[in-house]
């Protein structure tokens, strides 16, 4: 069964840093390109970042501005977000997804964690 | 590239056929995939290719499309139907959704 576990979520201030991470299970991983998708409060959904199975290829939505860094280690099953500069705005549950190595699809999506900016 | 769903929001009952359409900005080919969303959990997958079934969904879902406009269709509408469904382009970065439709019981 294919698990995703996100955590790192929390509270933090505008203008500090988080680190998300994913915890995979169930597929193999370095089989798959992974993406960050989240969604703010009672709001629809946005892409934040995909990374392909070995980094060599990434891509970020443009609201990042170099703010956001996604990583993976595949020795570990594991997938991360570092978000700088957070933003009031950049508050949203953050969703780990699994690409489904068909068409960028997203064919399993982790429960979410919830980041909150805010003085 | 931009999505655009509609209706925003919609009620039907439980055995009506509903047809929810996303329209892109530019051509995308078949490049679209829909997902359902309840609330408090993640989306979930129903088609990918605009209209291939993704494994385990009920058959009642389908989609059609190709280059600017596409529409899921349910039907027969299911009392466990009821949520938001979200498209999304999987044919240029960065990849978008559009804005959902909230499916509700009349």
């Known amino acids: 069964e294919v698990q995703l576990v996100e955590s790192g979520g929390g509270l933090v201030q505008p203008g500090r840093s988080l680190r998300l991470s994913c915890a995979a299970s169930g597929f193999t991983f370095d089989d798959f390109a992974m993406h960050w998708v989240r969604q703010a409060p009672g709001k629809g959904l946005e892409w934040v970042s995909s990374?392909?199975?070995?980094?060599?290829?990434?891509g970020y939505g443009d609201f990042v501005k170099g703010r956001f860094t996604v990583s993976r280690d595949n020795a570990k099953n594991s997938l991360y977000l570092q978000m700088d500069s957070l933003r009031v705005e950049d508050t949203a549950f953050y969703y780990c997804v699994k690409d489904s190595a068909l068409d960028l699809s997203l064919d399993y999506w982790g429960q979410g964690t919830l980041v909150t900016v805010s003085s | 590239i931009q999505l655009t769903q509609s209706p925003s929001s919609l009620s039907a009952s439980v055995g009506d056929r509903v047809t929810i359409t996303c329209r892109a900005s530019q051509g995308i080919r078949s490049s679209l995939a829909w997902y359902q969303q309840k609330p408090g959990k993640a989306p979930k997958l129903l088609i990918y290719a605009a209209s291939t079934l993704q494994s385990g969904v009920p058959s009642r879902f389908s989609g059609s499309g190709f280059g600017t406009d596409f529409i899921l269709t349910i039907s027969s509408l299911q009392p466990e139907d009821f949520a938001t469904y979200y498209c999304q382009q999987l044919d240029t970065y960065p990849l978008t959704f559009g804005g959902g439709t909230k499916v509700e019981i009349k």
């Open positions: 990374i392909s199975r070995n980094s060599g290829s990434i």
